[in-house]
């Protein structure tokens, strides 16, 4: 058995569980936060049998696509006086990261 933690952007998770249950898989899903730019995140996890690693790993990369985002970055610490033209800032967003663990066990109670 495998336990699967899949971390992706808050905007893919909904798509990504839906497609999980489609598929019969019981999922939990924990709101978390973190990374680069400090946005919502959530965290998926699943425990399956070994040969459905394949099937989950891909259906996450059907449903976690990456994207370009435009972001302000912050303004530095400024000293009275300066002047700061914010300009957008390109970065790529979405995806998965995601983690297969083996589990010593496993139960459904």
Known sequence: MKL?????QKDDAKALIDALNKREYRVTRINTAG???KSCNATVMLGVE???VEEVM???A??????????????????????????AVDVEVGGATV?????ADFRRL
């Open 35 to 37: 990374g680069f730019l």
């Open 50 to 52: 070994d040969y459905q």
């Open 99 to 103: 983690f297969a663990l083996d589990l």
């Open 62 to 87: 059907d449903n976690c696509q990456t994207r370009i985002k435009q972001i302000n970055p912050l303004p530095p610490i400024m000293e009275p006086g300066e002047f700061f033209v914010p300009y």
């Open 58 to 60: 891909c259906i996450i």
């Open 4 to 8: 699967i933690w899949a971390i992706v």
